[in-house]
């Protein structure tokens, strides 16, 4: 039999608004003060009446644009009916029928380098709910509910099932998560809950007679890791397979309903929690409190005008202009538009972007986590950087001694001396690093170093260069400024003429 694997991802993101989405409380993660961000309005107190918060729709607009939706000019609000502790109204304000956005995409790419084309069946935007902490021990603890969350502004972007793997899965979002941090419109933090994801699993299985029969879907809820979605789909994924083995039962089968599971990231497994409702079951009406929302041209296109480059897009780019491979553009993308912005400063200002890319995924990357800090305040600027490495570029230094002038200047910063292009040359300077121009110089030492390695000598004539090491070395040591390159050919050159 042949098994497929098929996913569907809602994935609920927070945006990153100053204030809730239909009431003036701040719209900021606060777990030490429960319940002190909120007012009769997210409270769903008798008389309290929402009023839409602009920015958030704005914002949703920009994350619908980015995902190639169809925007729509009129939508309208729906209260979607169900009770639970952290609902203090006991209905969700959300979009039903007509939701903003619809039919859009997202390119992945897949395990095999190919790129995959993810449907978006709808973006629309909703309140988030409250808080429940739960004493999971045993013994009989107390369950808590906090509303500072509830009324945050919560953007549910659907795809259809098209995802075919776990791991599919995972780079589809991470590669949303990567969007949405470039855009600007939520922090994505997802260990504060400002991600999440609930994802939809089924199996496709092609019997041997040619008929393909799918297992019961199974919604897993609230996933808020990549690794936790990875493992949870492929935990799932196997669970139905085996489950199927014993049963036979099927999607269509008499009884056979959708379910909602749990993930429990502590044993790896999902587990049951109740039957999955239907639309039916929210019994959804539109609000009467909230009036439509129309969108003009006029406003549409002032969004377009403020969209930034997409990741994707920005990352093509820098291989075709800077000739980058795949990953280290990857690289370069995924650490953030600032970062970035950084490379490609730098990349600008010395003229090489593979030199550019080699020191700032390298040295400039590790001095980050070193530091603890984000490209924005690292110490040595773009220009800095890039007037640094067009030396090397035009073979000027070394790219040995480049690494040296880029320590000592990160060393003035911590000194409290700000790194500057006129301190790259005094630094040079004062340690002798400019590359060797006189050949006579450097053939004098390397005589002198030949006459006292007499046997590394003898090895390089019977056809070991590798033997040349050593008094490469101890060339290099003396001269700061010489090319290594030129020095192991110079010195094999030398030998080979008094042979």
Not at 240 to 254: F, N
Not at 367 to 381: G, H, M, Q
């Amino acid at each position: 039999m042949k098994v497929t694997t098929v996913v569907g991802l809602e994935v609920h993101v927070q945006l990153h608004t100053r204030t809730k989405i239909f009431c003036g409380c701040v719209n900021r993660f606060n777990p030490d003060a429960p319940n002190t961000q909120t007012c009769p309005v997210c409270l769903g107190l008798p008389g309290a009446l929402p009023v839409m918060n602009q920015e958030a729709f704005r914002l949703s607009l920009v994350t619908a644009m980015a995902l190639n939706c169809e925007l729509a000019r009129f939508t309208k609000w729906d209260r979607k009916q169900y009770y639970y502790p952290d609902l203090p109204k006991a209905y969700q304000i959300s979009q039903y029928d007509l939701p903003f956005s619809h039919d859009g995409w997202l390119d992945v790419s897949s395990e095999d380098g190919e790129t995959r084309h993810i449907r978006i069946n709808r973006a629309h935007l909703e309140e988030d709910a409250g808080k429940n902490t739960h004493d999971e021990s045993g013994r009989g603890g107390d369950s808590q509910v906090d509303l500072n969350r509830c009324g945050t502004p919560l953007l549910e972007i659907v795809s259809e099932p098209d995802l075919r793997s776990a791991a599919e899965a995972k780079a589809y979002l991470e590669e949303l998560h990567l969007l949405l941090t470039y855009l600007g419109v939520s922090d994505c933090n997802m260990q504060e809950g400002s991600l999440r994801c609930d994802a939809n699993v089924n199996l496709h299985i092609e019997q041997n007679n040619g008929e393909t029969i799918a297992t019961p879907i199974v919604e897993i809820k609230n996933l808020n890791s990549f690794r936790g979605v990875e493992a949870a789909i492929t935990y799932e994924a196997d669970r139905q397979q085996e489950e199927y083995s014993k049963t036979g039962r099927k999607l269509g089968d008499p009884g056979v309903e959708k379910e909602t599971r749990g993930w429990n990231a502590e044993r790896n497994v999902t587990f049951a929690q109740r039957g999955k409702e239907e639309a039916s079951d929210y019994r959804y009406f539109p609000d009467p409190d909230l009036m439509p929302v129309t969108v003009s041209d006029e406003q549409l296109a002032e969004v377009r005008g403020s969209l930034c480059e997409f990741p994707a897009a920005r990352r093509d780019r820098f291989e075709a202009e800077y000739g980058l491979s795949k990953y280290d553009a990857s690289v370069v993308i995924n650490q953030g538009e600032k970062f970035a912005d950084y490379f490609e400063s730098v990349a600008k200002g010395c003229g090489d972007g593979k030199q550019a890319v080699n020191w700032v995924t390298q040295n400039v990357l590790r001095e980050l986590n070193e530091r603890s800090v984000t490209v924005a305040d690292f110490p040595i600027p773009a220009d800095v950087l890039a007037a640094l490495l067009q030396r090397i570029v035009n073979g000027d230094l070394t790219v040995k001694s480049g690494r040296e002038v880029f320590d000592e200047l990160l060393s003035d910063h911590d000194k409290g001396m700000p790194p500057s292009i006129e301190r790259i040359s005094a630094i040079i300077d004062e340690k002798g690093l400019a590359m060797l121009a006189d050949t006579g110089e450097l053939d004098s030492l390397i005589d002198a170093t030949i006459a006292d390695h007499a046997k590394a000598v003898e090895d390089i004539r019977n056809g070991k260069l590798q033997a040349a090491g050593p008094i490469i070395g101890k060339v290099m040591k003396q001269l700061k400024g010489a090319d290594p390159q030129t020095v192991r050919e110079r010195i094999i050159e030398r030998i080979q003429q008094n042979s």
